[in-house]
């Protein structure tokens, strides 16, 4: 298998910027300490202080799917459900010619 690359692309709700930020913090060190995580990186807009973007590597689809069940990544969902507007996700894969 080979490496899945993650991008999560967020929108605080209105008066969550800074709750929905908190929460993300939170997860950084949990996710990047998992066996399978290559990369976990959260950017946060320079001109949309609202809009976050998660950039992640794992190692193969059974690291992400165990990152997926992991209890600080549903914690993690629980906590911030409320404070999103909206959210993409996308799952990409490394194309070279």
């Not at 320079?46 to 794992?58: A, K, L, N, R």
């Not at 689809?61 to 914690?75: N, Q, T, V």
């Not at 993690?76 to 507007?85: G, P, V």
Request: hydrophobic share 40%; charged share 25%.
């Amino acid at each position: 298998m080979s490496v899945i690359i993650v991008t999560v692309l967020l929108e605080a709700k209105p008066g969550s910027e800074e709750k929905l930020y908190d929460a993300l913090l939170s997860v950084l060190a949990p996710s990047k300490s998992e066996s399978g995580c290559i990369q976990y990186d959260l950017h946060r807009s320079i001109e949309v202080p609202s809009i976050f973007v998660f950039y992640e590597q794992w190692r193969d689809k059974h690291a992400l799917d165990e990152h997926l069940s992991s209890s600080h990544y549903k914690d993690y969902r629980k906590q911030t459900e409320a404070l999103i507007l909206n959210r993409t996700v996308h799952l990409l894969k490394l194309v070279n010619p």
